[in-house]
């Protein structure tokens, strides 16, 4: 079981142990991502989190920080995203105090050069590079442009060229004491603890800024009609999103739309699988998931298709959208689809890393909500999981699968966005 407290300098702080576990894995998560930037500032959530690696006055540069954090024989990383930024270290469970001691050297300690920074735009530039050459990859941001257009929560988490070679000291210096915040940082511990971890991180992150950060612009649910988004690209192989709105974290319908997800483009035996690869032979790849944040939510189905198949592959997913709202499913799928989520769920949460995760992404979005909640844990959730009944599937089912609510994006060799909208009637 978790325990949630404070650090001395308002930092809060998780802890979970993990019995026979031998690794132990700390994250740290910020809630602030893409959604609290302005136009001018797109991008630089991402481009701090590579700043952190660049040097701090006490390790100067990459290379010095790199080195020691191999030399502790472990793994580490960071991600940013819409609501939250995350950098987490993994070590065999004797490595994690000086683990601990680096990170909070990074995030407390970093000097934002300005000549790294110059450097490193090139490097975040051919990150850009490389999205905007996989199709596969680039189809999620065209999504999220077709459902909220030019606002935060439409534009790319990675930001736009223009400003990565334009952003300088000065900018990451003013986000970072705006948004990197104590009552908006979230500590996970898990794995094999430490002895008295509350003490420990006081320390290592005594100097951390005190206070909170600046909130996002809210993001208004608001569809009359169906949309489609196309993203020109001469290409052999269409890559396309159809979905549609749905809750934010924390709804009370999140269990039902975890097994509604699955049962559509989940496993290997899910609907759209079996129709459209393993019948049609029409893609390699197709999946359906759920996505939620604090004040948004969406479910998609994403493919690849040859271009000339693209209409044959989105009738058959609508088909697929509109028979979950007319039938009940049977008891076997049902059953069938539980079971595999309880599975994956299990399986991916031996790992203390993957438990951190689970509930450091939880508490920087429910921060973010109007209404504070506890971080529900694996076994509650997989509750709920087992308590969905088919008559709540059809009920959510009805609900979010109407012709307004639903949206389009494709990468492809397309300039006819009306031949796409009448597919959607």
């Keep these: 079981m978790y ?58 540069d990459t290379l010095v920080i790199s080195s020691e954090l191999d030399s502790l024989g472990g793994e580490y990383n960071a991600f940013t995203d819409k609501e939250y930024t995350g950098f987490w270290i993994k070590t065999a469970a004797p490595q994690i105090v000086p683990a601990i001691k680096v990170l909070s050297d990074m995030l407390v300690n970093s000097k934002f050069d300005q000549e790294e920074i110059k450097r490193e735009s090139g490097v975040i530039t051919e990150e850009v590079n490389m999205y905007l050459d996989n199709p596969m990859m680039h189809i999620e941001d065209v999504f999220d442009e077709c459902l909220y257009g030019d606002t ?7 930001g736009t060229k223009e400003n990565i070679a334009r952003f300088n000291r000065k900018d990451f210096i003013t986000y970072f004491k705006n948004q990197y915040k104590s009552e908006s940082t979230f500590i996970c511990l898990a794995g094999k603890l430490p002895k008295n971890p509350q003490k420990l991180l006081t320390g290592a992150f005594a100097k951390f800024n005190k206070g909170k950060a600046k909130k996002k612009i809210v993001t208004k649910e608001n569809q009359t009609k169906p949309s489609v988004k196309l993203k020109y690209k001469k290409t052999d192989q269409a890559h396309f999103s159809l979905g549609v709105r749905t809750m934010p974290q924390g709804a009370k319908e999140e269990a039902v739309l975890k097994v509604l997800a699955t049962i559509l483009g989940g496993p290997m035996s899910s609907r759209l699988f079996i129709n459209l690869r393993e019948r049609n032979g029409l893609c390699y790849y197709v999946r359906t998931q759920n996505s939620n944040l604090s004040d948004t939510g969406y479910l998609t189905t994403r493919a690849g298709v040859t271009v000339d198949k693209i209409e044959k592959a989105i009738k058959i997913i609508i088909e697929e959208y509109k028979r979950i709202t007319e039938e009940l499913v049977t008891d076997k799928e049902l059953t069938r689809v539980k079971q595999f989520i309880n599975g994956r769920i299990t399986l991916g949460l031996e790992s203390p890393d993957d438990v951190a995760n689970w509930y450091g992404l939880q508490l920087a979005i429910n921060h973010q909500q109007s209404k504070y909640r506890k971080p529900i844990t694996p076994e509650e959730f997989l509750s709920a999981i087992k308590k969905v009944t088919k008559e709540d599937i059809l009920k959510v089912a009805r609900q979010i699968f109407i012709n307004r609510n639903i949206n389009l994006a494709i990468i492809g060799p397309y300039k006819d966005k009306k031949y796409f909208e009448r597919l959607l009637k």
Excluded at 152 to 158: C, F, Y
Aim: proline share 5%; hydrophobic share 40%; charged share 15%.
């Design 3 to 60: 325990k949630l407290t404070k650090t001395n300098s308002g930092l809060n702080l998780i802890t979970i142990p993990m019995a026979g576990a031998k690794t132990t894995a700390i994250l740290v998560i910020v809630a602030t991502g893409s959604k609290h930037e302005t136009r001018m500032t797109s991008g630089l959530s991402h481009f701090l989190e590579h700043m952190f690696f660049k040097g701090t006055k006490n390790r100067p």
């Design 152 to 158: 935060p929560a439409g534009w790319s988490v990675i």
